[in-house]
């Protein structure tokens, strides 16, 4: 079954989830007839699997479930390596099965810091499995104290490169413009995956690189995104 939809710009997706008044809705399915009567005249393919991802903010105690529920597993050829000059492709051959070792412990508190200070947390979910998150820190950082960091950004293997991750990144820095950051700062893991999709996504490496965040991932790729 394919259903006409319209894909750039405010998708079903992006409409569903900022809509008008968010906080009056904490869940925002996608219904197939909106989709429909949204996307009759742009002519676009949306796939089914997306029509049954709810989105809504999480609370705290759903913390828990991005490590337990997300596929964080994946195949990696190739890694970015911080060079003086940039950054250089480097050849690699694994097989990430899960959320590296330590990474849980290491991430799990600094996550609730965020979200204790009033991060904005939104999860895509199928039925109660959390599928996908995004994460936007709002404490600003940067020289000027105008920058907010994307803090996180995963989607679960088999829900990637369907257009996801895109329109969570773009609802992060939506919501970083409302706040009224001028960049978003992301430090990316290295693999080419991760990093490419961040450079199509108009992510250019960092220039102010924050000491902090690269002490906790010297290994990471920092980028930078105007809004
Ligand atoms: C990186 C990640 C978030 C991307 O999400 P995704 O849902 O696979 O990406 P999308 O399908 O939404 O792609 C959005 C756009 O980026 C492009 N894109 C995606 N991956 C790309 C890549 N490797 N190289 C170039 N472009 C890429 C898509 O073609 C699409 O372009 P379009 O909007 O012009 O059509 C996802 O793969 C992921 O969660 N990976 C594992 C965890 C991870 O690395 N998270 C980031 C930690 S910092």
């Given at each position: 079954?394919?259903?006409?939809?319209?894909?750039?710009?405010?998708?079903?997706?992006?409409?569903?989830?900022?809509?008008?008044?968010?906080?009056?809705?904490?869940?925002?399915p996608l219904p197939q007839s909106s989709l429909?009567?949204?996307?009759?005249?742009?002519?676009?393919?949306?796939?089914?699997?997306?029509?049954?991802?709810?989105?809504?903010?999480?609370?705290?105690?759903?913390?828990?479930?991005?490590?337990?529920?997300?596929?964080?597993?994946?195949?990696?050829?190739?890694?970015?390596?911080?060079?003086?000059?940039?950054?250089?492709?480097?050849?690699?051959?694994?097989?990430?099965?899960?959320?590296?070792?330590?990474?849980?412990?290491?991430?799990?508190?600094?996550?609730?810091?965020?979200?204790?200070?009033?991060?904005?947390?939104?999860?895509?979910?199928?039925?109660?499995?959390?599928?996908?998150?995004?994460?936007?820190?709002?404490?600003?950082?940067?020289?000027?104290?105008?920058?907010?960091?994307?803090?996180?950004?995963?989607?679960?293997?088999?829900?990637?490169?369907?257009?996801?991750?895109?329109?969570?990144?773009?609802?992060?820095?939506?919501?970083?413009?409302?706040?009224?950051?001028?960049?978003?700062?992301?430090?990316?893991?290295?693999?080419?995956?991760?990093?490419?999709?961040?450079?199509?996504?108009?992510?250019?490496?960092?220039?102010?690189?924050?000491?902090?965040?690269?002490?906790?991932?010297?290994?990471?790729?920092?980028?930078?995104?105007?809004?």
């Amino acid at each position: 079954m394919v259903v006409v939809a319209q894909l750039v710009e405010h998708s079903p997706v992006e409409r569903a989830v900022v809509g008008s008044n968010p906080t009056d809705h904490p869940i925002y399915p996608l219904p197939q007839s909106s989709l429909q009567s949204i996307c009759i005249k742009k002519q676009c393919i949306i796939t089914p699997i997306m029509d049954n991802i709810m989105f809504r903010k999480l609370k705290k105690a759903d913390l828990p479930q991005i490590w337990t529920d997300i596929d964080r597993s994946e195949s990696v050829d190739s890694v970015y390596v911080n060079i003086d000059e940039g950054i250089k492709l480097k050849k690699v051959n694994f097989e990430a099965k899960g959320w590296p070792p330590g990474e849980v412990e290491k991430y799990q508190p600094i996550l609730t810091n965020c979200f204790d200070r009033g991060g904005y947390f939104l999860g895509g979910f199928v039925g109660q499995k959390m599928i996908a998150v995004v994460i936007l820190d709002q404490k600003f950082i940067g020289k000027n104290e105008d920058t907010l960091q994307l803090k996180f950004l995963h989607i679960g293997r088999t829900y990637r490169k369907k257009g996801l991750g895109g329109k969570l990144f773009r609802i992060a820095a939506k919501e970083a413009r409302r706040l009224g950051a001028k960049k978003l700062y992301v430090s990316a893991t290295e693999n080419m995956n991760t990093v490419d999709f961040y450079k199509h996504m108009g992510c250019t490496l960092a220039k102010d690189i924050n000491k902090e965040l690269y002490k906790l991932e010297p290994n990471d790729i920092h980028l930078e995104y105007k809004l």
